[in-house]
């Protein structure tokens, strides 16, 4: 599965971006969708998660500020991001998880977000 991540970039504190992720090569429905982060020196970390019937996972940190959404017709996840924090600034990674064997997870190039404050 390919995954071309768009959005993001400079954003302030309390303010909203929305990142989106285009999936295609595979059938969308057979795959977990979600993001994930990496801030520099940090460690990757969830941001959310989302099934293909629409059941949702986050992170502690984002939880209530940021909403993951999928389109399973045009194979599409969304990440809205509302409420910015300066400690959201991270690179934010698309990621696909196949649910059905062979069961495997791909990743997209990373697209950078920053806060200020």
């Known amino acids: 599965v390919q995954l071309q991540a768009s959005g993001g970039g400079l954003g302030q504190a309390g303010g909203s971006l929305r990142l989106s992720c285009a999936a295609s090569g595979t059938t969308f429905s057979n795959f977990i969708m979600g993001w994930y982060r990496q801030a520099p020196g940090e460690q990757r970390e969830l941001v959310a998660t989302v099934t293909s019937g629409g059941t949702t996972k986050y992170g502690d940190s984002v939880e209530g500020r940021f909403t993951i959404s999928r389109d399973n017709r045009k194979n599409t996840v969304h990440l809205q991001m509302n409420s910015l924090l300066p400690e959201d600034t991270a690179v934010y990674f698309c990621?696909?998880?196949?649910?059905?064997?062979?069961?495997?997870?791909?990743w997209g190039q990373g697209t950078e977000v920053t806060v200020s404050s």
């Open positions: 990621n696909a998880r196949r649910t059905i064997t062979p069961v495997f997870t791909s």
